[in-house]
């Protein structure tokens, strides 16, 4: 069940098993809501079912002088603000779980996260507040929290281990702990989720790139179609080189050069009785006819 305050547009969710148990769920929030914001609760707005058309549900609201608004029958855009979020905490936590190739079964805990990611990264009513922030007063260091199914390692205490087993375990870290100081940690081996603390988080390794250490006189040009490709000489052989990552091949462009002239027209193309283009090999009967210009 997800719960949405409309002038914080904080959230907040809840799994139960059975629905008998809805009638405690909105009873603790309605208390923390007030004790935390010191504002009373005026307004519920909910769907027909039955966990809050019942007696239970109805005698809190009553004793609180609460108004219970429900929508008509088979029109949920009644209720659109809700209905939209329940929507995009789908989106987000389907997404977390492809992403890390992680077991559908986690997706109470992927809502959980994405709950938890939005009050701290949306927007509310107050331009560049978030909504925990208007509902703590605080304000929270985004900078602490980490992807979805990264792997941790989880510390062992002494108690749970002999004198030669090892004193951590390779984890999946999966959400944080709203009333705890404490991490929600994946055990695939035993298909559980636990809280801890002692944990150390592995560093993504970094994708290098390919870098292209070029020699005196070489320029290094990256496989861009849309840039020019820029070429200077070498001092000592004469000779264009581009130096490519990864296929460590040279291309030599026009080699043998020997002239006076400063005119421009010397470097245009020429016929092939004029030029020798390296790598190239001319036919036989052309060997003896290598023109220096």
Sequence with gaps: MIIRTSNLSAESVKFVKTKDKIKHIIEDFINKAENITGNKVKTVRSDNGLEFENRDVKEIFTSR??????????????????????????????????????????????????????????????????????????????????????????????????????????CLMVGYEEDVKGYRIYYAQKNTVEIKWDIVFLQEEEKEKPQAKGGEGQTVVSLNLEEETVQESSPETGIDEIVIPELKETTHASSILENNSESDSDYLPCSEEEHLIEGSSPPREERTKRVRK
């Design 65 to 170: 002088g609460i108004t219970h608004q429900t929508t008509v029958p088979y029109t949920p855009e009644q209720n659109g603000k809700v209905e939209r979020e329940n929507r995009t905490l789908v989106v987000v936590a389907r997404t977390m779980i492809h992403e890390r190739n992680l077991p559908k079964k986690l997706w109470a805990e992927a809502i959980s996260r994405a709950v938890f990611v939005l009050n701290r990264t949306g927007k509310s009513r107050e331009d560049g507040i978030s909504p925990f922030e208007v509902w703590t007063g605080k304000t929270y260091d985004i900078h602490r929290l980490r992807a979805f199914g990264t792997e941790v390692y989880v510390h062992i205490p002494k108690e749970r281990r002999r004198k030669w087993d090892k004193k951590e375990k390779k």
